[in-house]
């Protein structure tokens, strides 16, 4: 089964940064949509960021102008750099690929999760 590897997060003051990484195969890098949800305690899974193998981008209205979602084509490996952090910004953020064939099936993968939070 391929996997979704995340990296990053953990304990980071307000206004500062912190980047994640999610690794994947190449064959699910190269045509799949790449990026991060999030999901605080009490609340709703919520979009952080996607970005396509084209490198079309889509970020949730709470982060856009802080948050960067890149590729590295070459690790098969999307980033995500989060700057001017918020205690609301406090979640498990999960890696996520999808995909939809010709036939309209849809393929939805998640990471483990890793922790974020926002605090002093």
């Known amino acids: 089964q391929e996997q979704l590897v995340e990296s990053g997060g953990g304990l980071v003051q307000p206004g500062g940064s912190l980047g994640l990484s999610c690794g994947a195969s190449?064959?699910?890098?190269?045509?799949?949509?790449m990026g991060w949800y999030r999901q605080a305690p009490g609340k709703q899974r919520e979009l952080v960021a996607l970005?396509?193998?084209?490198?079309?981008?889509n970020y949730g209205d709470s982060v856009k102008g802080r948050f960067t979602i890149s590729r590295d084509n070459a690790k098969n490996t999307v980033h995500l750099q989060m700057n001017r952090l918020e205690p609301a910004d406090t979640a498990v953020y999960y890696c996520?690929?999808?995909?939809?064939?010709?036939?309209?099936?849809?393929?939805?993968?998640w990471g483990q999760g890793t922790q974020v939070t926002v605090s002093s």
């Open positions: 970005i396509s193998s084209g490198n079309v981008t």
């Open positions: 996520t690929a999808r995909h939809t064939d010709v036939w309209g099936e849809q393929d939805v993968r």
């Open positions: 190449e064959r699910i890098f190269s045509i799949y949509v």
